[in-house]
């Protein structure tokens, strides 16, 4: 029961997260003169890295100093983390990485781009600013090649903490805990004193 209680308290406490998502499709490059040389190109050709790279390619300080400024979010977590003269772009952009994270869509070449934040209106403009600053970091002969399918949303609601399931864990914990103590006591009981 104490196990429960404190779960349940200590849930209804912790700070909601919001989670944003804007989902983009990427296309592969192709050579012009691939052909020619008698390779695969287009959508027949298989790089079975081309999604990691572009992850990759998300997550770099280009792409993410680009979204840092964008957003002003070293204006905007400097209340959260700290003053606001102590707060560096180099921090900002470090606190975003955690935010963000980024996942290919069922097997597709389509990518979302999830953001977490406490600041529901905040995830969503950071999600979709990084989903624009992206489509611009890549070349103009490549950017036809970068299509925002999704922008983003504001959440409707927190996807953290997940009061049932927490409340739920310390249900189960706690009955376990509780059934475990009484199995003890009455071994303890059976001993010879």
């Known amino acids: 029961m104490l196990t429960a ?11 909601k997260t919001y989670m944003s998502l804007s989902r983009i499709s990427i296309e592969k490059d192709t050579s012009d003169i691939a052909p020619l040389l008698g390779m695969k190109s287009g959508p027949t050709a298989f790089d079975p890295y081309f999604i990691q790279t572009e992850f ?15 957003c002003n979010l070293t204006e905007e977590w400097g209340d959260l983390y700290g003053d606001k003269k102590s707060l560096t772009d180099i921090e900002a952009r470090k606190i975003l990485e955690k935010a963000i994270d980024i996942r290919q869509f069922r097997n597709t070449s389509i990518i979302e781009l999830r953001v ?14 990084l989903a624009e600053v992206y489509q611009d970091y890549r070349t103009d002969a490549q950017k036809k090649r970068v299509e925002i399918i999704d922008d983003a949303d504001l959440p409707v609601q927190a996807v953290r903490p997940n009061i049932p399931l ?9 009955l376990i805990l509780g059934v475990g103590l009484a ?3 009455e071994y303890l009981d059976q001993l010879p004193k």
Do not use: M
Request: without cysteine; positive net charge.
């Open 116 to 129: 977490y934040e406490r600041d529901k209106i905040l995830a969503r403009d950071i999600a979709q600013a």
């Open 5 to 15: 209680v404190t779960t349940t308290v200590v849930t209804l406490f912790l700070p």
């Open 166 to 174: 927490n409340i739920t864990l310390g249900v189960i914990v706690g």
């Open 56 to 70: 990759e390619k998300i997550q770099s300080q280009k792409v993410l100093d680009k979204v840092v400024s964008k």
């Open 183 to 185: 199995f003890f006591i």
